[in-house]
């Protein structure tokens, strides 16, 4: 019984850039997600406008 010869080596696939930049979006999407939900959650209420204020020094705020 002959030998068949051995097999080449094919070599892996190197990651391209696209792949490196899906690997961060997916790293990078839920961290976030939650540091943005945590900061929204720390900030502070917002306050009513002052009525001493002039108009120019009122926060904006939406209309009601």
């Known amino acids: 019984m002959s030998r068949s010869p051995p097999l080449p080596e094919i070599p892996a696939p190197r990651p391209t850039w696209q792949a490196a930049l899906l690997l961060a979006l997916a790293a990078g999407l839920p961290t976030f997600l939650a540091l943005s939900t945590v900061s929204w959650l ?23």
């Open 42 to 64: 720390l900030a502070p209420p917002a306050r009513a406008p002052d009525p001493d204020l002039p108009p120019q020094l009122q926060p904006l705020l939406p209309p009601r």
